[in-house]
Structures are given as C-alpha cells and as structure tokens.
C-alpha cells in the first residue's frame, strides 16, 4: 500500500484562477503596504492594502469614477484615468504617513505602458517609494491622454462624432483631453 498522495487538491481560489499564492506570498514578505491594481472595463480600481492573519485590510482604496470630483469628465478606463486616480491614492496615502508600498498587479498580464503602470506612476509621482524599473512607465504623452488627442484629429467629422459619440453626449471635445487632464492634475496636487 502507498503512503503518499499521488494528487493533492489546490486550494479553491488557485483552482478558480482567482489567486496565484506564490505570488502573493512574494508580496507579503516585503513586509510593505500593497498597492493594488486592477482594471475592468470602464473603471481602474486602486487600493492601498495591509496584509494582517485575520485578513487583508483596506487602507484606503478608491476607483477612477472618484476623479470626476475633480472635474474629470472623460472615460474613467483609459491610461490617463489609470494615472490621475494613481495620483489620487497617493495624495491621501501620503496623508496617512505611507511612505513605500509595493505593487501588486494581481493575475493581470504585465504590459509595458498599460494602465496598471500608469497608476503605479501616479502614486510615485504622489511622493511615494515603490521599487520599479522605468521602463515598464508609461511615457507623458500617453499618460496626459495625447495618443487618443492625436487619433481623434486623425480622423474626419463623421468618424470623430461615430468614434467618440459618449464623449460628444456630455458635450466634450476629445480634442481637449490634455487641457482636462493638466486641470484635474492640478486639483489633485492641491489636495
């Protein structure tokens, strides 16, 4: 008869593809605060979270929806919302005396330059340590939004209003988009 298990079970959320454990047990040995990124369709998710036995704790978390608070009225998925609520998280982080994190992208593909990257770039741009390679930030211009400004004064009336009719609804020019982002840039700093 044997005595060893020929199969062991993964635990539910490995099975689920909801947690990689190796990973996550990486990220609570830096003994740090996480910074926590995730992305869904029309929003970027952002928190700062501390690991405790009992369970994972919020410091402070917030989405992208919160920046049109400030005046951001565009769409709250793309890189340059990614980057204002970034920004954000960092400003009142700052205010609870965090002063280093570490980034936790989750199950997410690292793309150079996507918006989880973005965000990390706000919150170090809030004055906080996070330990990360340049290379992987997104440049200014896709940060401030000039890529979709560019695109859109590529294309001719009918594309632009079929294209960008949401933001054409609320009455924006897509064409604006850096002069919008440079505002609320600037309120936030100010918090």
């Known amino acids: ?14 099975r689920q593809q909801k947690t990689n454990y190796k990973k996550r047990l990486a990220l609570l040995k830096a003994g740090l605060p996480r910074l926590v990124v995730r992305r869904t369709l029309n929003n970027v998710i952002v928190q700062l979270i501390d690991y405790h036995p009992e369970g994972d704790s919020v410091i402070i978390g917030l989405n ?8 951001w009225d565009y769409h709250t998925g793309n890189i340059p919302s990614a ?19 570490v980034l936790d992208i989750g199950l997410q593909t690292p793309i150079h ?32 939004g000039k890529h ?18 949401s933001y054409f ?5 897509p064409k604006k988009m850096n002069e919008s982002f440079n505002d609320v840039k600037k309120k936030i700093m100010v918090t």
């Open 64 to 71: 992208s929806q919160s920046l049109k608070k400030f005046g």
């Open 113 to 144: 330059g996507s918006a989880p990257f973005a965000a990390l770039k706000g919150f170090v741009d809030a004055g906080i340590h996070i330990s990360h390679d340049k290379q992987v930030l997104p440049s200014d211009e896709r940060i401030s």
């Open 169 to 173: 609804s609320k009455g924006l020019d």
């Open 148 to 165: 979709i400004v560019d695109y859109a004064g590529k294309l001719n009336e009918e594309e632009l209003k079929k294209k960008f009719s």
């Open 83 to 101: 980057y204002l609520a970034g920004l954000l998280l960092g400003r009142l982080a700052m205010k609870k005396n965090v002063k280093e994190a």
């Open 1 to 14: 008869m044997a005595d060893k298990k020929t199969f062991e079970v993964k635990f539910r959320r490995r």
